[in-house]
């Protein structure tokens, strides 16, 4: 029964210091962006009510997953849309500021990875930032838990660009075939990649969407 069902979306974004997952998450949640760096410390968490709409494309294969969600909203009468609240968890990219403990890992629904579209090693430490989720998570099944991978800061310009879109596809495509002991499941491999710029509003709800819709199938 959906009832089971948390009707709290709890979301996760790891990476680099300074990547921009704050600004990702101002620009999302409050519409807003700041040229200012300022580290987080610790983690923090913002809400926001969304939208789960159905694709009004052709189709229509992904509705019946989020059928259940609904069935509590009974006072949304003839409405297609379902809403969920997601909970975005910010945490801080540098090591001295991170002193969290496994407890704000735990039920989480979906894992947000954000690297710098200018800066390589943010790129490379990915596989590093799943790996310790998935160490303090306690996930039960990591090669099907709703990883996105987000390369954000594209507004750059393009020769201060130090990672190649096919690089980032070929790591999105392989990613959870790093993590399947066995490749045996064919329907695990592959997590969502998207390109964003928390300064210019580029992608950012789409992501979100996205990272909506895959924390409500976790969930
Ligand atoms: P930590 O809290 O230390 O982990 O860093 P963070 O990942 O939260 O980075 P933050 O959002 O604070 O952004 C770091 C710097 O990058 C800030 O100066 C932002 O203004 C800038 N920045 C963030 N997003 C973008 C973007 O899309 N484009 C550009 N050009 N700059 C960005
Ligand atoms: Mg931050």
Known sequence: MSSRKK???????????????TSLM????????????????????????VILEEDEESGNQGAGNFASATAGDSN?????????????WDTAGQERFQ??????????????????VTNQ??????????????????????E???????????????????VSTRQAQEFARNFSADVASSASDN????????????????NVDAAFQKIAKSALQQN
Request: aromatic share 12%.
């Open 7 to 21: 009707n709290i979306l709890k979301v996760i974004i790891l990476g680099d210091s300074g990547v921009g997952k």
């Open 187 to 202: 329907n695990s491999f592959g997590v969502p990649l998207f390109f964003t710029s928390a300064k210019g509003d580029l």
């Open 99 to 116: 002193s969290l403990g496994v407890a704000f890992y735990r039920g989480a629904d979906c894992c947000v990875l954000v690297y710098d």
């Open 26 to 49: 101002q620009r999302y949640v409050n519409g807003k962006y700041s040229q200012q760096y300022k580290a987080t410390i610790g983690a923090d968490f913002l809400t926001k009510e």
């Open 144 to 162: 099907t838990f709703p990883f996105i991978i987000l390369g954000n800061k594209i507004d750059v310009d393009d020769s201060k660009k130090q």
């Open 121 to 142: 090693k943010s790129f490379e430490h990915l596989a590093n930032w799943r790996d310790e989720f998935l160490l303090h998570a306690n996930i039960s099944s990591p």
């Open 76 to 88: 949304n009468v003839k409405s297609n849309k379902k809403t969920a609240t997601l909970q975005v």
